[in-house]
């Protein structure tokens, strides 16, 4: 069956950096667009990031020189280098595969940036 498995969340302090990683399985991973979403409390799910089956990227505005989204085909894994982390960033995490006839999610890993 299908699965995403995001890790590499945790407690950082301002200023550090976290590499995400979601591992796929189950389907054509080198197919499929691939993107993080992040939802804090009582917000909804944004798009951070988004890498195509072409290795195009695609960035929000607040996260613009601080992240990079890559995906190695290889591993059927999408990685989110996050660096020079705010308090902002602060939320879950979610990995999202997409084509325009599917779509999968993870379940998420919590990511706190606080001193």
């Known amino acids: 069956q299908v699965q995403l498995v995001e890790s590499g969340g945790g407690l950082v302090q301002p200023g550090g950096s976290l590499r995400l990683s979601c591992a796929a399985s189950?389907?054509?991973?080198?197919?499929?667009?691939m993107s993080w979403y992040r939802q804090a409390p009582g917000e909804q799910r944004d798009l951070v990031a988004a890498?195509?089956?072409?290795?195009?990227?695609q960035y929000v505005d607040p996260v613009k020189g601080r992240f990079t989204i890559f995906r190695d085909n290889q591993r059927n894994t999408v990685y989110l280098q996050m660096n020079s982390l705010k308090p902002e960033d602060t939320a879950v995490y979610y990995c999202y595969a997409y084509t325009v006839s599917s779509d999968y999610w993870g379940q998420g890993t919590q990511v706190t940036v606080s001193a």
């Open positions: 189950g389907f054509t991973f080198s197919s499929y667009a």
């Open positions: 890498i195509t089956s072409q290795f195009n990227t």
